[in-house]
C-alpha cells in the first residue's frame, strides 16, 4: 500500500525532474568533468533547482538510427545503475562504471606536480617573474592537465565504452529498445527504477 503511495505521489510531480534526483546523479556528471574542475563539482552542483520539464519532447525511436539507440541504451543502463545498483552483477557494474585511475594516472599526476613545484620555486628564489617565464609556466600547467586526462580518455574510448556497447547489445536483444528508451525519459518514474529486477 504504501509502495503504491509512493508510486503514485511519483507519477503526481514526474512532469518535473526533482532536486533530489538531480543530485543522485550528480557524480555521474561529475566524473564527465574536466579534471581541473573536479575539486570543484560541489560549487558547480551547489544549487539544484527543480526542471520542468512540461515542454520536454520525447521523440519517438524510430528517430534514431541503431547505432544511437545503442548509445542511448549505455545511458540508460548507466542512469539504471545510479539509481538501482542491485540491477546489475558485479561485472557489469564495473563495465558501467569509469576505470579507477593506474599506476600510469598516479605517476603522471605526481611527476607533473612535482615539475610544477620545482619550477615555481626556481621562479621564486630566482625572482625570474616575466611574461616568458609565466607564459612557460602556463604550458606546463596546461600539459599537465592533457597528461592527467589523456589515460582516462584513453581508457574509457579503447576499453570501457566497447564493452559498454556490447552489454548494451545484450541487454537490447533481452529487453528490446523501447524498454530503454522509456527509462532515458527523464519523466520516468524514479521509484519504479529503484525497484526494477533484471530478469536477464
Known amino acids: 500500500m504504501g509502495g503504491d503511495h509512493h508510486e503514485d505521489h511519483d507519477s503526481a510531480i514526474s512532469h518535473e525532474i526533482k532536486a533530489e534526483e538531480i543530485k543522485r546523479l550528480q557524480p555521474f556528471y561529475q566524473q564527465r568533468l574536466p579534471y581541473i574542475l573536479r575539486p570543484f563539482a560541489s560549487l558547480i552542483y551547489h544549487n539544484l533547482p527543480n526542471i520542468n520539464t512540461d515542454n520536454y ?5 524510430e528517430n534514431y538510427n541503431e547505432s544511437q539507440i545503442i548509445n542511448r541504451t549505455v545511458f540508460a543502463l548507466q542512469k539504471l545503475q ?9 561485472q557489469e557494474n564495473r563495465i558501467l562504471s569509469p576505470l579507477p585511475s593506474g599506476i600510469v594516472s598516479y605517476t603522471l599526476q605526481f611527476t ?4 610544477n613545484a620545482i ?3 626556481y621562479l621564486y628564489k630566482t625572482w625570474s617573474f616575466n611574461a616568458k617565464s609565466l607564459g612557460l609556466w602556463a604550458v606546463f600547467l596546461a600539459t599537465q592537465q592533457v597528461c592527467l586526462q589523456y589515460p582516462n580518455f584513453l581508457s574509457e574510448t579503447l576499453i570501457q565504452w566497447p564493452r559498454r556497447r556490447r552489454l548494451a547489445k545484450q541487454y ?4 528490446g529498445p523501447n524498454y530503454f528508451h522509456q527509462i532515458i525519459d527523464p519523466r520516468f ?10 530478469i536477464a
Request: glycine share 2%; charged share 15%.
Open 189 to 198: 518514474s524514479v521509484h519504479k527504477l529503484e525497484t526494477l529486477k533484471n
Open 112 to 115: 607533473c606536480s612535482a615539475m
Open 172 to 175: 537490447l536483444e533481452i529487453y
Open 119 to 121: 619550477y615555481g620555486v
Open 82 to 90: 545510479l539509481l538501482n545498483p542491485n540491477f546489475f552483477t558485479p
Open 57 to 61: 519532447d520525447h521523440k519517438s525511436i
